[in-house]
């Protein structure tokens, strides 16, 4: 069998009713994975598209993924779901730091720690974490984001560094921009939208395929010996 095909494995893709874990879900499919698609809105739609099976899971309380992992064999984890507050650091509020915070690294820490508790248990698995490019760059009005980010590096290498050893991949990708509702404003506002495609070295837009297929390498056998990494799929954007 391929290094890359995940058949025989079951993925669970959080926020996988839209944009990059749409994505993410449609390509593990693709590769052979049962997938579970998971989200606060309906992933009905992912569902026609995998054939896989569909969860509830709100980040609204980031220890909800708690029980999610307890009896039954998963073999990888996508932490995809994330949401961005913006508004000039000088005027941020507590609210936009505390609910960004909770959804892109509370959550991210606790669904890897339930998931570990299985995978552990049954030899190992995979996690994928979905970074940012604001995981190494400040960035601008997005300090919680920020912040969020670049935890999402740090536990990802933290968590690559105590179960590498016992058969969990940890790893992460960044995405560059990519064509979501995420980036649905950016993409809208000219100015914007040129001095953004200026910068990228392969000239276009990121589409959320690109992420999915890279998905699909770290949590395939091809990426055994990945840990503790951030791949980043930006089309050039930190090289340049
Ligand atoms: P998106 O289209 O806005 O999708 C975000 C996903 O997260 C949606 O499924 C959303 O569900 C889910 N979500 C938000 N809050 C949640 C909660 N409380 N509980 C469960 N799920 C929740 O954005 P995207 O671009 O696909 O973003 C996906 C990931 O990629 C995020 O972590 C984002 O930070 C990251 N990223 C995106 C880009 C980009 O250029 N697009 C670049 C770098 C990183 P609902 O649809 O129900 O809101």
Redesign the pocket.
Known sequence: MSAFSLSGQTALV????????QAIAAAMARAGAHVIAA???SCAETVAMTGGEELT????DPMAARDVFSGRRIDILVN?????RRADSVDFTEEDWDAVMD??LKAVFFTCQAFAKTALAHGGGKIVN?A??LSFQGGIRVPSYTASKHGVAGITKLLANEWAAKGINVNAIA????E????EALRADPDRNAAILARIPAGRW?R?DDIGEAAVFLSSRAAGYIHGAVLNVDGGWLAR
């Open positions: 959080t926020g996988a009713n839209t944009g990059i874990g989200g606060r809105s899971l709100d980040f609204a995809n779901a994330g949401i961005i959804v892109n979905i940012s490019l995405p560059g921009y990519i979501t509702n995420n980036t990121g959320a």
